[in-house]
């Protein structure tokens, strides 16, 4: 432990984090096998979660894919290349922009928010009542919500990147006439099964830190009020690293397999 | 009335020894050894911080001890695990300083809530029709529908009480019932746990500062000073000690 003494405070607190979320996830895995299947609680948690970064999901798909448009448009026309344009930025935001995007967003908010839950219930011993009453607290609290933000992240990423073309679409008809169908058929067309899956693939493991990271913040925060301000900042930070880290794998697990 | 002390049978339903309990190197508990007779009321007394809610944490499992026998309701429950803890804990209720009510629930499925999960033999109404009597018994039928933010101080202890009471345990244990309410309202709650104990055979453990509250329903009291329990007796006995430190207590 003498090292740990001696480290800057923010690496321990990150390394004690992973060891914490390690065991956390363990958990999960132990209890998600369990009973009672609480059906009802994750449907409510999806509709709850995905229902509340719906808005900010929107504008920020829309913006960015409009932006992106624009800005790459003068690069494009010194190549003489602006056809590639829809192709182009298509590529970008399915498989990087939009699940990246995204997940942060969910990170800000729906990590965040799960932290301050969670912290909450901590802190005023609603979980503790829980446990007492013979009910699974870590299944109906924790399960659930994982279940839920994995399953959630992937269809707001689904979502963001279709509004964040949108965007691209009318950015394009700013400055040239493309109909919608040769829009969407340079679009879609340029994709590939390497664009496509693994893109997909990684939005399930964002879904999964959002919530795995959320919870684990919340249900071990500190006594006292204070420890619910620190769950909700925390679970932003941390969840935010673990999108960037899961990104960076899933670029260096593509390139092994397709080359 | 609460019941004299004839009334109370010398069976013992917990039996404490030596229970000790650290945090960062501070011993919080210190060797407490603590008997619950059947259908008797024992309040805790001691200051703030001296380790009384931890006390009765460690009896329903959520506080692990360092050392020390548990022996409560004829089983060791020092070492139980998964399903018989669970089991156990069914028996046993707790009202959380505080109250602890679910924020996320309405009155009703905080109730519900309980016997949903443990109680597999209920069907739907019979869960229905426990609900509205444990919200009979507190006198607060018409929030059924209400979420605990539109409740007041008062309201929710007595909300907390009734799902306290809807598993129907064998032993409650009371973490400061009456804390921040004004002398009527905590006079109510005192009388209700005093009506539990005549009417559910219940045994109770009962933290508190509230002196009107430890009038009303003590049979028997106990001293937590320096992590043991340092004195006992009844509340006549003890607000007749010489020593002032137990005296200030009863001022
Ligand atoms: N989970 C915990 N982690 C660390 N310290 C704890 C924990 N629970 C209790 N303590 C410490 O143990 C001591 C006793 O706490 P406890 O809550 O039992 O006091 P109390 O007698 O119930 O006081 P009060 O009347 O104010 O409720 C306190 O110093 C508290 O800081
Ligand atoms: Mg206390």
Redesign the interface.
């Known amino acids: 432990m003498r090292i740990l003494d001696n480290m800057p405070v923010t690496i321990r607190q990150t390394l004690m984090d992973m060891g914490g979320i390690t065991s956390f996830t363990l958990q999960f895995s132990k209890d998600f096998f369990k009973p009672p299947f609480e059906a009802r609680e994750i449907l409510n948690q999806c509709y709850q979660l995905g229902y509340r970064s719906l808005f900010l999901v929107s504008i920020a798909g829309f913006i960015i894919g409009m932006v992106m448009t624009l800005q790459l448009r003068p690069t494009m026309l010194r190549f003489g290349s602006e056809a590639l344009l829809p192709s182009m930025v298509s590529i970008a935001i399915i498989r990087e922009i939009g699940p990246v995007l995204t997940a942060l967003i969910c990170a800000g908010k729906i990590a965040s928010g799960i932290g301050a839950v969670l912290g909450s219930m901590r802190v005023t011993e609603q979980i503790d009542a829980m446990t007492i009453s013979g009910a699974n607290a870590f299944n109906y609290l924790v399960v659930t919500r994982v279940i839920a933000t994995t399953l959630t992240v992937p269809l707001l990423v689904f979502y963001a990147d279709a509004i964040a073309l949108a965007g691209s679409f009318i950015a394009v008809n700013l400055n040239m006439n493309l109909n919608l169908t040769l829009f969407l058929s340079d679009a879609v067309g340029a994709l590939t099964f390497q664009d496509v899956v693994p893109a997909t693939i990684k939005t399930f493991f964002f879904g999964f830190a959002v919530g795995i990271v959320g919870c684990y913040q919340g249900y071990n925060a500190k006594r006292g009020t204070t420890g619910v301000g620190e769950a909700a900042n925390s679970a932003v930070v941390v969840a935010s690293l673990f999108i960037f880290i899961i990104d960076l794998f899933t670029v260096q697990i593509t390139q092994l397999f397709v080359g | 009335m609460k019941k004299s002390p004839e009334q109370i049978k010398m069976e013992p339903v917990i039996e404490v020894r030596g229970l000790k309990k650290s945090f960062n190197g501070e011993a919080i508990l210190n060797g407490v050894d603590l008997k619950l007779m059947k259908g008797e009321n024992l309040v805790i007394i001691g200051k703030s911080g001296s380790g009384k809610s931890v006390l009765i944490?460690c009896l329903?499992r959520?506080i692990e001890p360092e050392e020390g026998s548990m022996k409560v309701l004829d089983q060791d429950i020092t070492k139980l695990e998964g399903r018989n803890l669970?089991?156990y804990?069914?028996n046993?209720g707790?009202l959380?300083?505080?109250g602890?009510?679910?924020?996320?629930m309405t009155v009703r499925q905080n109730l519900m809530?309980?016997l949903k999960?443990?109680v597999k033999k209920m069907n739907k109404e019979e869960m229905e029709e426990r609900v509205h009597e444990m919200l009979k018994n507190v006198k607060l039928e018409d929030a059924i529908d209400k979420w605990p933010g539109e409740l007041s101080g008062g309201m929710k202890n007595r909300i907390a009480l009734a799902?306290t009471l809807v598993?129907q345990p064998r032993i409650i244990f009371y973490d400061e019932p009456t804390s921040g309410l004004d002398a009527l309202t905590s006079k109510e709650i005192s009388n209700l746990i005093v009506e539990m104990q005549e009417n559910h055979q219940v045994s109770s453990v009962i933290i508190t500062h509230d002196i009107s509250c430890v009038k009303i329903t003590s049979n028997r009291i106990n001293i937590l000073k320096e992590g043991t329990i340092v004195d006992e007796g009844t509340y006549e006995e003890m607000s007749n000690r010489e020593d002032p430190w137990i005296n200030a207590f009863f001022k």
Request: no cysteine; net charge positive; charged share 30%.
């Open positions: 944490k329903v959520l669970n089991e804990r069914r046993v707790f959380f300083q505080g602890a009510l679910y924020d996320s809530f309980p999960r443990s799902r598993l």
